[in-house]
T-cell receptor, first 117, second 116 residues
Framework: DGGITQSPKYLFRKEGQNVTLSCEQN?????MYWYRQDPGQGLRLIYY???????QKGDIAEGYSVSREKKESFPLTVTSAQKNPTAFYLC????????????????FGPGTRLTVT | KNQVEQSPQSLIILEGKNCTLQ??????????LRWYKQDTGRGPVSLTIMTFSENTKSNGRYTATLDADTKQSSLHITASQLSDSASYICVVSSRGYGGSQGNLIFGKGTKLSVKP
């Protein structure tokens, strides 16, 4: 899990409530990412940020919001507009400077399992 | 359409045996290919990253191969252990603007179970 922490590990919410998932990294990485993982599916990108105070939508950003006020932190809010919020959420970070060959190593946090009923 | 297909979907082997997982991709332009190991309920952990010029890379008992011409990769696990039970995810990165890294396209994973 490297130097990325996500909290809490399990989260339960009632339908219609917003919920914020925490992600912190101490790797001094410029870029941070949020993914969603559903059973039998590949990871899907929700949002990413390459610099403080800037972030970009991923493939499935609808119903989610993020902020990047500090380099170390990239919280994700799951809003009531997200139709199927129950999932496993993974935060990741990477340096923007590639290793040899041009690959950017991406490190993942331990994940937060969100259940909405 | 950029896609990553993994096979088999699941696999059961006995402890001590070898196995090979497959990954086929249609990502273009290609930048690099990664294999991750994900234990149940945990975040993925990187095993290998290979760029276009690399056709094999090892990490302990894990050996990944890449054939950029046929757009295929494999992950070979030698002398399997109970702790190898996990999902193995193939991830392909496209090449972005100016040769930078583009999007990551994730396969659905192969779920490996190693039995005693």
């Amino acid at each position: 899990d490297g130097g990325i922490t996500q909290s809490p590990k399990y989260l339960f919410r009632k339908e219609g409530q917003n919920v914020t998932l925490s992600c912190e990294q101490n790797l001094n990485h410029d870029a941070m990412y949020w993914y969603r993982q559903d059973p039998g599916q590949g990871l899907r990108l929700i949002y990413y940020s390459q610099i403080v105070n800037d972030f970009q939508k991923g493939d499935i950003a609808e119903g989610y919001s993020v902020s990047r006020e500090k380099k170390e932190s990239f919280p994700l809010t799951v809003t009531s507009a997200q139709k199927n919020p129950t999932a496993f959420y993974l935060c990741a970070s990477s340096n923007l400077h590639p290793t040899s060959g041009g690959a950017y190593e991406q490190y993942f946090g331990p994940g937060t399992r969100l259940t909405v009923t | 359409k950029n896609q990553v297909e993994q096979s088999p979907q699941s696999l059961i082997i006995l402890e001590g045996k070898n196995c090979t997982l497959q990954c086929n991709y249609t990502v273009s332009p290609f930048s690099n290919l990664r294999w991750y190991k994900q234990d149940t309920g945990r975040g993925p952990v990187s095993l290998t990253i290979m760029t276009f010029s690399e056709n094999t890379k090892s990490n302990g008992r894990y050996t990944a191969t890449l054939d950029a011409d046929t757009k295929q990769s494999s992950l070979h696990i030698t002398a399997s252990q109970l702790s190898d039970s996990a999902s193995y995810i193939c991830v392909v990165s496209s090449r972005g603007y100016g040769g930078s890294q583009g999007n990551l396209i994730f396969g659905k994973g192969t779920k490996l179970s190693v039995k005693p």
